[in-house]
């Protein structure tokens, strides 16, 4: 008879012990209801992966090993293997902590590859040359198995690389969370396949999943392959459950991936790679915002709808989130519930456009089933342009004003959806792109304004193919009135016909700039020479090639202290510019400056 085994994904908030005791004892239950052998659990499934400095609280560890003690009871006839923060001789450690039977067997550090390990900020490194020591009453450090059936088990808390090659025929747990990045799952799928071929091994790997910290993402992709074949996928972007239990039941043939099966239930099933990864970012950021919403205690968001693609990509995805949610209902409850959660508003100001960006926000909401009433803010700017012009002693004019009348009237925006979002109870979304923040294009205190951006980590040209991928796959007709008009702030007189692209530099360009300064790190003369080989069919003029590429510098070196600013963000891309997490720069600064000098 051939050994069950189990990996289990568990969603729970980050630090409510109780919450992850309950979800833990569940997939516990559900895995001897499976009869398993042997369960894995997530590194760090108790605690969290996100604690970050509340790891380095002595009581964080006291409560993380009374959970362990709880669990170790429920484990009769079982092996079962969980991640948690433990402190051993005045030092914390990130292990797995290994029980068999209600009795804890060993407990297995994290492996480091680098002594430059991100994590030592708040974790020590085990030196496995200097042997094991005894923990608790079991074997701290290197450990070999001694359980009935599953002597060959190797247990890997980290990367792969950084674990001696495992026997033959071992059955190997890597224990190591992955934040979700676009195709990141397929890809190490396919490496691990190769890589438990090559070996002749059974390699189980478990994940998180949810948002642990409402910014970074887990998939809760874990699998269970042996010998280059697939056993088990775990299901992934799951909503509506603490825990998914996922065992090794029966042989998945290779190219077949179950893993985004239930999104078939509200929408066609992912084909194509670009449906595939789209359909990733989608399930992603819906991910996000339930348990964002769930754990922030919130029932409602708000949002300005402008009719221009960013606040339409952030309205589509509160409906799927809905749907996604609510995938049990038909299509007019779900959008009688995207009606409760999502409240907006249109805010024209004497610029904005009523036969284009009012009709394609107007659109948008009948086709969602949510309600935008049309607000005017443009009395609300007015007065304070006169009160201004009053303290003064001068009028203000387009001329020599331009900034500050097109801010009044963002700020004015922000004044009344602000205060629609407190009438209502609901959390406000605001709606930037990495694009505008790498270049500091916001309003601050006006279209900056919210408690979360959901597409903050999301370029503008890819909002505009996530978008175009939705429309077709969703069959999102009102999209069509979103792509009928260039983007706009609409914040000067018509007649200047306010572009961002003229504004800015066309969106292909600024998205390849920030490829290549902030992810590359090439030089501005390197970046010159680039842009004047790939980028120099967006322009009739190949002295505006140096001019936009001094002036992205320019913009992006000075604008690190709006982006500290800047509301909190989902990040689901390799890359990210925010200052706590990715573009860590002095908020100000001129190390740049002699570089843009010597460009030519």
Known sequence: MKTRFG??????????????????????????????????????????????????RP???????????????????????????????????NVAAVIHDCRLMA????????????????????????????????????????IAGLEGLDICVGTLQSHPTPA??????EMNNRRF???????????RLEYSKKLGITLIRSNILGSDDGTHIYDGGGFIVTRGNM????????????????????????????????????GSSPKQADDYAFAEIELALALGLNDYMKRAHIEKLCLALSGGRDSAMIAVLVARMVALKHAQLDEAEQKAIVGQTLVTAYLPSRHSSSSGTQKAALALAQELGFSCPVIEIADIASHAVSTIESVANRQLSWESDDLTLQNVQARARSLVIWTLANANNAMLLTTGNMSEAAVG???????????????????????????????????????????????????????QNQADETD???????????????????????ILQCAKNQLANYYTNADDIEKDVKRFIQLTVRSQWKRARFANEFIILPFNIAPDDGLRWPCLQAPFRRAIDEMA
């Open 7 to 56: 990996v289990a994904s568990i969603n729970a908030l980050a630090g409510d012990w109780s919450e992850q005791m309950v979800a833990i004892r569940q997939a516990i239950a559900a895995a001897r209801k499976a009869a398993c052998a042997l369960v894995v659990f997530p590194e760090l499934a108790i605690g969290g992966p996100d604690l970050q400095d509340v790891w380095l």
């Open 59 to 93: 009581d964080t560890s006291v409560y993380a090993e009374q959970v362990l003690t709880e669990i170790i009871t429920e484990t009769a006839g079982l092996t079962v293997v969980c991640g948690l923060p433990m402190a051993h001789d005045g030092r914390l450690y």
């Open 107 to 146: 407990i297995v550090p994290k492996r480091y590859l680098t002594p430059n390990d991100a994590e030592l900020r708040w974790f020590s490194a085990w030196d496995f040359s200097k042997g094991s020591k005894f923990h608790h009453g079991a074997v701290m450090g290197a450990w070999n198995s001694t």
């Open 168 to 173: 033959r025929g071992a059955i190997v747990i």
């Open 181 to 191: 990045a676009p195709n990141l799952y397929r890809e190490e799928l396919s490496l």
């Open 231 to 266: 056993k088990a996928l775990c299901p992934r972007f799951v909503f509506d459950r603490p825990f998914v239990l996922t065992t090794s039941d029966d042989e998945i043939p290779n190219g077949f991936d179950p893993s985004l099966a239930h999104f078939a239930k509200v």
């Open 441 to 495: 294009y916001a309003t601050m205190d006006g279209d900056s304004s919210g408690c979360l951006d959901p597409i903050g980590n999301i370029p503008k040209t890819l909002v505009s193919r996530w978008l175009e991928w939705a429309r077709q796959f969703h069959k999102i007709d009102a999209l069509d009135f979103v792509f009928a008009q260039p983007p706009s702030a609409e914040l000067r007189p018509a007649h």
């Open 504 to 526: 800015l530099m066309p969106y292909p360009v600024l998205d390849a700039l920030i490829e290549w300064f902030l992810v590359r790190r090439m030089t501005p003369k390197e």
